[in-house]
Every structure is written in C-alpha cells, then in structure tokens.
C-alpha cells in the first residue's frame, strides 16, 4: 500500500535527540532557540516563537491581539477543526467567507461582504502548502484597519509574490506529525513586532518575564528542545524535500491533466507551492463518486485522504452557537464534496506514482 502520508527520520535526527537526552537540559532551551532562530529567517521573520502545537501557536496569537466577546474573526470554513476552535477560545465571533475553488483559500470579495465594526481579524489558511491570494486580502487589512492572522499549519517555506507565508501579520506553524516538518507535536508564531514577540514569550511561559515576575496571566506552551532537535535536520534538508514533493505534482498533474472527472490542482506563477498535499477535485463526470475513491484506491494499493470531508457547520458542535455566524458559503460546500488527497511524498518512487496515476484512471472511468 502506498501511504497517503510517511514519517521517516534519518541518522541526524537519533544523534540530535541523544545530544539532548544526554545534555540533561531537555524542555525548553537552546535547541529551541535554535530553531526559532532558523524558522524565523526562513520565513523572512524578526520573530519566530516556538510553541507545543500549532493549535496553540492559533489560540496565542488570537489572545495578544486582546479580542473582546463580540468581536469577529472572518475565516475559512473549509479548513481543520483547529482554525474554528482557536478563535472560539478567545471569546471572539466566527465569520465565514466563501473560498476559491483553484486555491482552496478565502476570496477576497466574499471576505469584503462579511467586513463591518465589529470585524478585528482576518484569518486566511493556506491549505495544502499553497498561500491565499493575499494582495486583495491585504489591501482589505489595511483599509480596515484589521490584523491578518494565517494559518500556515500545512504551508512551511510556502511564499506569494516572493513574501513568505506568515508575513502578511502573524504567522502560525504546526509540527504535527503529518505536516511538511514535524517535530511530533509543536508549533510555531511568526512576527515582525517587537512588541507582540514579546507578549507571546511571556505568554508561553506562564506569563513570566523574569523566575516568579509574572506580569499577566499565562499559560504553558512551550515546545521542548527533545522535539526541536527533530526539526533541525529536517530544516537542513526541507529545499530538498520540496524539491521532491513539487517533481511528484508535477508528475501526477501530467499523468492526470486529461482525466475526466479529475480536476488537477491548480498553481499560480506567483506562488511557491510546497506540496504539503496533491488535492484533485472529483467531479459528476467520474464514474467513481468522491466518498467512495479512497476505498477504491485502496483496492489498488493507493492511499487517500478527504480533507475535509465538510466544512465547520456541517457539525453540530459549531450550529445554534452565539460565536459562529451560520454563513452561507456554496463554493466552500462544493469544494468539501470534491477534495480528493493523493500521495505527494518524498518517499515516493517513480513506480509509486505510475501506480497512483493508473489506479485514478481506471477507478474515474469506473473500471
Ligand atoms: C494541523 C493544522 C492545525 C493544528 O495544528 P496542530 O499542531 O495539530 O495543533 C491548524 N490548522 C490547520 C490548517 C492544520 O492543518
């Protein structure tokens, strides 16, 4: 079977671990800092915060921009259950804007319609590894006088119009065991302000700016440096490893462009994708409907993935809230009924992708 995802960790990553465990020193400390130092000036950073998981890298940097109950948060509601779940933490509302169906991400103009006093932030997610088309959203930030917050869990490295994803406002990264880089759980906070730097390290560390000076109510979220020494090696390595998702699309997207009922993922000249998934749209024409391809595929030695196989009011949990405005959002709807992951891996060899492009085929043509 082809997995849909793999984790695998090489001879740097065991001697850094056992660096650390023999340091003695192992929560947060000087591989931390390390890594902080390193994600921040990949992504073009002054700040890189390193938190435990990408949930709370969300949660921290909704709660230093002092979000009242009444205030709104316009997002994606074609996005991980996370997004949602942050932003309810924080007392604040939840809007939702409808999405483009070519990049999986919010559409300005629908973000624009949901715009009014009460709107603080907007909240894009660059899904899959590619970023939101991010100048008209900025331009919506700056007339409004509203912060951006992305969500750049799945989207480490990813760039629009050569700017990094996380610097449009603050950035939040997750580590999770699935993602382009992991580190297990973990998480990370980019920003170019001093000022809000600061209140997410006092923030993470039980609101402590000097041992017992606590100086407002915190929390903890610190990562710990057992799990940033995973990450460093795969920082060493991660131009390569996009190197080697992004050969892998290209050799899905020509081996399936001609398909019917299989929409290829669409990429932008003005976008650096970094592949964290290769996600077709199953359309009427497949003889296979969506739900039942990954079973399918399975059939055919061929993992899959549906994210999200609904969209955030699709749940009960999040219907009949105060804090979630039931927004109509039909793209979204459509694009949930659609998305389709296949393996885009690096461990992917040539015959792996032959095998994934033919099994597509013949289940598309019902065969
Ligand atoms: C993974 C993910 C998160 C949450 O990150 P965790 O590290 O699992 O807490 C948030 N948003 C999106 C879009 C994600 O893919």
Redesign the pocket.
């Known amino acids: 079977m082809i997995p849909i995802t793999t984790v695998r960790f090489g001879a740097e990553e065991e001697r850094r671990v056992i660096d650390v465990i023999r340091s003695g020193s192992i929560a947060q400390g000087p591989v931390v800092a390390e890594l902080e130092d390193r994600f921040a000036r990949m992504h073009d950073a002054r700040h890189a915060i390193a938190v435990n998981?990408?949930?709370?890298?969300?949660i921290a940097a909704l709660h230093v921009l002092d979000l009242r109950p009444g205030d709104e948060v316009i997002t994606s509601p074609f996005?991980?259950v996370?997004?949602v779940n942050?932003i309810l933490q924080t007392g604040a509302t939840v809007r939702f804007a409808d999405i483009h169906d070519t990049d999986f991400g919010l559409d300005a103009e629908s973000v624009a319609g949901l715009i009014s006093e009460r709107t603080r932030v907007i909240l894009p997610?660059?899904?899959y590894g590619q970023m939101v088309d991010m100048a008209p959203i900025a331009s919506l930030a700056d007339a409004n006088d509203l912060t951006i917050v992305e969500?750049s869990?799945?989207s480490h490295g990813a760039r629009y119009r050569g700017r990094a994803a996380g610097g449009f406002g603050l950035g939040?990264f997750?580590?999770?065991a699935?993602?382009n880089i992991t580190t297990a759980?973990?998480?990370m906070i980019t920003t170019d302000s001093d000022e809000l730097a600061d209140r997410l390290r006092v923030l993470r560390n039980q609101g402590m700016r000097a041992r017992y000076e606590y100086v407002t109510v915190g929390n903890n979220f610190r990562l710990t440096d057992l799990h940033a020494a995973l990450a460093i090696p795969q920082l060493d390595r991660y131009e390569e490893t996009v190197r080697r998702r992004r050969a892998n699309a290209a050799a899905l997207t020509a081996g399936l462009a001609d398909v019917p009922g299989i929409v290829t993922p669409v990429t932008f000249p003005d976008r650096d994708h970094v592949w964290?998934q290769y996600t077709v749209r199953v359309t009427d024409e497949s003889a296979t409907t969506r739900d039942a391809f990954p079973a399918a595929l399975a059939d055919r030695g061929v993992g899959s993935g549906i994210?999200y196989p609904k969209l955030i009011l699709d749940y009960d949990a999040y219907r009949g809230r105060a804090d979630v405005a039931e927004d109509s959002t039909p793209v979204a709807a459509r694009v949930a009924a659609q998305a389709l992951s296949l393996p885009v891996h690096t461990e992917l060899l040539p015959e792996d992708i032959d095998t994934i492009i033919a099994a597509v085929r013949d289940v598309a043509a019902g065969r």
């Not at 998981?53 to 969300?58: D, E, S, V």
């Open positions: 998981n990408g949930t709370t890298a969300l996005t991980f996370a997004t942050a997610v660059h899904l969500d869990a799945q939040t997750s580590f999770y699935t993602k759980e973990g998480g964290h994210y």
